[in-house]
């Protein structure tokens, strides 16, 4: 049973900083892409950051330059370091598996975990 639980949401102020974390169990998670997403209210669920097994990393535009996704094999635990956050940024941040190594936009996640809010205000 793969189980994914995110950490790390809250409250910030534009221009500010948060670290999500996401802890997995379950499988061999260093042989799987993983990857974060959101939803935002009343907007359907996006694509934010991917890491693949060898730690290279895909980036929504909207994200790139002010989001690091990374990975910690010997933990289990995937990440996303957000800074410079907008309020367009609020949202439900859903940590994901995919079902292969390497990331691909064409293929949706296997796994989900139960998402944490992520609110910026101006």
């Known amino acids: 049973q793969v189980q994914l639980v995110e950490s790390g949401g809250g409250v910030v102020q534009a221009g500010g900083s948060l670290r999500l974390s996401c802890a997995a169990s379950?499988?061999?998670?260093?042989?799987?892409?993983m990857g974060w997403f959101r939803q935002a209210p009343g907007k359907e669920r996006e694509f934010v950051a991917a890491?693949?097994?060898?730690?290279?990393?895909y980036y929504a535009d909207s994200v790139k330059g002010r989001f690091t996704i990374s990975r910690d094999n010997a933990v289990n635990t995937l990440y996303l370091q957000m800074d410079s956050l907008r309020p367009e940024d609020t949202a439900v941040y859903y940590c994901?598996?995919?079902?292969?190594?390497?990331?691909?936009?064409?293929?949706?996640?296997?796994?989900w975990g139960q998402g944490t809010q992520v609110t910026v205000s101006s």
């Open positions: 994901a598996c995919f079902q292969r190594a390497d990331y691909s936009n064409n293929v949706p996640p296997r796994y």
């Open positions: 379950g499988r061999t998670f260093s042989n799987y892409a």
């Open positions: 890491i693949s097994w060898n730690k290279r990393t």
